[in-house]
């Protein structure tokens, strides 16, 4: 190769090289702040009876800790009792029954209802979920007629139009028919 041509090439080379300006680097990515998953969601992700426990006992001291029933509150307590219900859910795969003899109520069953009767100080009178039924249903599950009964009652009293009022009667009826 000539030397003319080498040097042709040399100064192209460096006269490009000279002007080439790189493009700054791209700027950081933004932090991105992990969104915390409520205490129903991070149990459902696991879906094992131990967080539903954890769950229910943080939803529990959330519905303890409010002083007035806001529509926070009423989310916490209905949470509180979904909680209850899925540990008490994979606790046992089915009910007991109705048995003529009370049996203990487990734990969870008894968190289940406290959990329910906290719901019903912060629901709105109108809730289509009334937490007496899902209460009552529980202590009569276990043969605790003499409870769930004036459950059945108010729920029929105070829910006189809604659908709860209906299978309130239905299990009511079954209850004072198990209990005689």
């Known amino acids: 190769m000539p030397l003319s041509c080498l040097v042709l090439l040399v100064a192209v ?30 149990a459902a992700t696991l879906g094992t009876i131990e967080a539903w426990d954890i769950a229910a006992a943080k939803l529990d001291a959330t519905v303890a ?13 209905r949470d509180a009792v979904t909680a209850h219900g899925q540990a008490l859910k994979l606790e046992f795969a089915s009910g007991p029954g109705s048995p003529l003899t009370p049996l203990p109520l487990p734990a969870r069953v008894t ?13 709105e009178t109108e809730d289509p979920e009334v937490p007496e039924l899902i209460a009552a249903r529980q202590q009569a599950s276990y043969g605790w007629f003499a409870l769930a009964i004036p459950r059945y009652e108010e ?22 028919v198990a209990a005689i």
């Open 155 to 176: 729920i029929l009293r105070e829910h006189r139009d809604s659908d709860a009022a209906g299978l309130a009667e239905v299990a009511g009826v079954g209850c004072v």
């Open 65 to 77: 800790a409010c002083a007035t029933p806001t529509a926070a509150c009423r989310q916490a307590a």
């Open 13 to 42: 080379i460096g006269c490009k090289a000279a002007g080439d300006k790189s493009a700054p680097p791209p700027p950081a990515p933004a932090a991105v702040t992990p969104v915390a998953l409520s205490p129903i969601d991070e």
């Open 111 to 123: 968190a289940l209802v406290a959990a329910c009767d906290a719901y019903a100080k912060h629901a």
